[in-house]
């Protein structure tokens, strides 16, 4: 049989794509709306966790405003104080939120933590440092002021928070293109924020494809048919885009059919800023993803050298972007929390996209090395390395709810007992 007579099963595997330069690729095409007027929103702080700033937050005044006590005692000037001994009347009594007269000299102020420090004093002492004295000398002037005796001598400054220490008027405090923590709306609510200016939530419309696909609920365990499943996916990735900032619209499950595929994209594309899509983008007969978005705009289908999650597609129906992914549940998370997720980011104006990996020891051995590069399910354990899952199978979605995050092993690499590994956290890449 000559070359151009052989079986199309015969054609030779197309070349898989390294995971790094399907990244890359991906990332040139996500257009960050950041810098477009239409695409701000001023949100309440208390909405803004996760989402984009989109322009730098600047402080309008010091944190703190004033120098202040750090701790609950007595403020004094040091040059009163030089002898362990000292004994000092105690003139006035200051409290966070209230302001104190200036200190005259030989007397000190019981001060409260976060109570501004009175003109005139330049050091805190703690209270346990000191003594109230419930006898008074007779010899005493101001023997109507209460007195007390200093255990230590001070050094200027301590126990003093300066103004602007934390903040200084002016300052950036938060960057455009950061991802908002609770911190981060702790210290935009500090400089007096109660709304920030956010990048717009990306639209995404998100569906499954399948007709083996049931929905819990709507078929008790009992009732299954055969070779019919329930919708996993659907739900971990719905619950990922919503942890994104996404704005999520669910678009249930397509059945395996082409008509039915091409009005489900024309309908998303229209609304939307991305369409999401797990299963359909292999190369089966009932895989309807591919000539669908075809049919109504353009499209990359590319084999990923990684395990798992060999088969992704990126494309654009219109100005929707267009992210298939592989059906399998475990192939279909990673390959969102490695690709989808930088993506969204990156659509976003985002900062930082990509989750930073640290090494820690491999306590287990993995002796078989793989062309692909593998992403193994691993948890952290009481001695600091690392546990494998023993199934390792694209469909064991169990191993990510065992695990705590994967051992990013690169192409043709084996695992000993001890040797370090790159680690990479599901609670940097679950955010």
């Known amino acids: 049989m000559t070359a151009s007579s052989s079986p199309a099963f015969l054609a030779p595997r197309p070349t898989l794509l390294p995971l790094d330069d399907a990244l890359a ?68 009594r200051i409290a966070a939120g209230s302001e104190g007269s200036p200190l005259q000299p030989g007397t000190v102020a019981r001060i409260f933590t976060g109570a501004p420090i009175p003109a005139g004093a330049d050091a805190v002492v703690m209270q346990e440092d000191c003594e109230l004295l419930a006898e008074l000398p007779a010899q005493s002037v101001d023997s109507a002021l209460p007195r007390i005796r200093i ?8 126990w003093i928070r300066r103004a602007g220490e934390d903040v200084s008027r002016g300052a950036v405090v938060l960057r455009r293109g950061a991802r908002l923590s609770p911190a981060s709306l702790g210290l935009a609510a500090g400089i007096g924020q109660a709304q920030l200016p956010l990048v717009r939530r990306p639209r995404v419309a998100i569906f ?20 019919t499943i329930y919708n996993s996916n659907r739900f971990f990735l719905r619950a990922l885009l919503k942890r994104l900032g996404c704005a999520v619209t669910d678009r249930g499950i397509v059945p395996d059919q082409r008509e039915a595929t091409i009005d489900a994209l024309r309908e998303a594309s229209a609304a939307h800023d991305v369409i999401l899509t797990s299963g359909g983008v292999s190369v089966g007969e009932e895989d309807h993803i591919k000539p669908a978005v075809q049919a109504l705009g353009s499209l990359h289908v590319w084999q990923l050298a990684m395990k798992p999650g060999k088969p992704f597609a990126y494309g654009k129906i219109g100005a929707a972007h267009f992210l298939g992914l592989p059906g ?7 390959t969102f929390v490695l690709l989808v997720r930088p993506f969204l980011l990156a659509l976003q104006g985002a900062s930082q996209v990509h989750e930073p990996s640290v090494l820690l020891p491999a306590h287990f051995s993995w002796p078989r090395a793989d062309k692909r590069r593998e992403f193994l399910r691993v948890r952290r354990n009481a001695a600091g390395g690392l546990d494998l899952f023993p199934n390792q199978s694209s469909g064991v979605l169990t191993s990510t709810v065992w695990g705590d995050g994967l051992v990013d092993n690169p192409a043709g690499q084996t695992i000993g007992h001890g040797d370090a590994v790159r680690f990479i956290s599901f609670a940097q890449l679950f955010n």
């Open 328 to 334: 399998n549940p475990v192939s279909s998370l990673v």
């Open 25 to 92: 690729q991906l990332l040139s095409f996500a257009t960050p709306e950041i810098g477009v007027a239409a695409a701000y929103e001023l949100v309440d702080t208390f909405e803004a966790d996760g989402r984009v700033l989109a322009q730098d937050l600047h402080s309008p005044l010091h944190i703190p405003p004033q120098d202040n006590s750090s701790m609950d005692g007595y403020a004094v000037r040091c040059s009163d104080v030089q002898n362990p001994a000292a004994q000092l009347s105690v003139s006035q």
């Open 208 to 227: 499954s494809t399948g007709d083996e696909l049931v929905m819990p609920g709507s078929v008790a365990p009992a009732q299954m048919k055969p070779g």
């Open 151 to 158: 255990a230590q001598t001070p050094q200027p400054g301590q």
